[in-house]
């Protein structure tokens, strides 16, 4: 297959088919490669997860404090972790929604629609008044800020991912699904800088008063740049002649349920395991140091920082070694590798500063190799006419199954039973993957 692809429009093309418009009625000659669309790709992710992880961050060191100031800081926190959820829940219903917009105007109304969901959200976050301002009104204004980011995450779906899929080389196909996965050691790796510095500059008190809102502030601008990036790529006539030629357009929640129901199944449990890891590594860490441990936030932070950077040479490796191996192969050996990690959570977790370390460094690696394939796990079983549709879909189950509650479990699990319980939890998410893995022998992308 070609790097690049012609996109002149043959005499049959769906100039005038719902979500079109005029807009392709100035379609020019001209040639896209699969590097263009990852730019695309890329950009995207990376502001979703910096802003994702602005608030898990903030969820530990924050809201707690803020919000629930009269819990104790345990519950406090679980409190914040349960409203941390209610993204993941509401995301699919906003990828419903906004396919449905998608369908009787354009894939601009829908993102031009989302990004406005998405910066009213950030913004209402970082100027929303605290619970000794509000009291429980200012609780249920986070809670439903809080499900406006997940609709909004959900209808920001603009199927450059899979396009990136077809469109990449065959033989370099585990390459290019991980360039949209190098978002999440990014996006986390500045969060993380952006709080540490704050943490480590200004005081406790006006930290909690004001600092906690810039990353908000950042995080609004970055989301605003970046769908404005993605809306002028994808609203171009070459891009959406792509779309079109591959057959990426909504379907119907009835339709793909009845029809590719099996294929939603596997495909958000296939990557169970790297969903599962990603918050144990990140999240929870933070919090059971946050509330059981005399260990300076700052430092442990850049801990975290440092193992964002081996995630991120693991989500290169993963490519070299899917394209190598084969993407089943890769995701299959990952979870047992994840299996085998979650025996240990314990005794690091329990290890002191330096068990604790050796658990973000080794976990963090493990979740790049893994989560660097999870795209081509979310994408890879539909059929062209289902494929825009099944792999938001799937992408949305997998987050809600995997790692949604994940943070919320393992603290509760932990604080209250033991460590060896999230041992059990992580590796209930590796067994998931693999029993998906094994009812699955077509994760390869067709053509």
Partial sequence: MDSTYNTELPPDSKLASPGNGPRLLNTRHS???????????????????????VYAIASVLVFPAVFFPFAEPLEGTLYAFAIFSLAFIARPFGTIAFMAIQRH??????????????????????????????????IIALSLLRIGQGIALGGSWDGLPSLLALNAPANKRGWYAMLGQLGAPVGFFIAAGLFAYLISTISRADFLDWGWRYPFYVAFAINVVALFARLRLVSTPEYSRLLDEQELEPTGVVEITRSQGRNLVIGALAALASYALFHLVTVFPLSWINLYSARSISVFLHVQMWGAVLAAVGVVASGLIADRLGRRTTLGTTAVLIAIFSAFVPMLMDGGPEGQDLFVILGFGLLGLSYGQAAGAVSANFPAKYRYTGAALTSDLAWLVGAGFAPLVALGLSAHFGLGYVSLYLLSGAFGSLAALSLNRSLQIRN
Avoid: C
Wanted: proline share 4%.
């Fill in 105 to 138: 105007f354009s894939r601009e109304a829908k993102l031009t629609l989302a990004l406005f969901l998405l910066g009213f959200s950030t913004a209402g976050i970082a100027f929303l008044p605290t619970y000794a301002h509000m009291g429980v009104t200012a």
């Fill in 31 to 53: 040639q896209i490669a699969p590097g263009e669309i990852a730019i695309g790709v890329v950009i995207g992710r990376a502001s979703e997860y910096f802003d994702f992880f």
